[in-house]
């Protein structure tokens, strides 16, 4: 069974970095996708990030801002997010999937971490 938790959400100011941590336990890399998405009340939920053995891909929003990275040896993902816009301001979720595509409907998602960016 998969799961996820996720830390390294707080306030930031516009401009400012952030990094997201995911420990995901009972993971395997190499079949999975795991990613973070991000949701505002009212609003859908988004896909910001993804990766899997194959690549990354990120959301137009945050292309060029953000990184997302797994560690192996600790089967952890993180986000990086720089130059963090007032628009960012969303909980943040990990989540785990067999392919990108699967993780909003599909996924196992983690309790979420909210990011607050102040303008």
Known sequence: EVQLVESGGG?????????????????TFDEHAIGWLRQV?????EIVS???NGGRTYADSVEG???ISY???K???YLQMNNLKPE????????????????????VWGQG???TVSS
Request: with cysteine.
């Open 75 to 77: 089967n952890m993902v």
């Open 50 to 52: 993804c990766i899997t």
């Open 88 to 107: 960012d301001t969303a909980t943040y979720y990990c989540a785990a999937d067999l392919n990108c595509g699967g993780l909003i409907a599909y996924g």
């Open 71 to 73: 560690d192996n040896t």
């Open 11 to 27: 306030l930031v100011q516009a401009g400012g970095s952030l990094t997201l941590s995911c420990a995901a336990a009972g993971f």
């Open 41 to 45: 009340p009212g609003k859908k939920r």
């Open 65 to 67: 801002r953000f990184t």
């Open 113 to 115: 971490t909210l990011v």
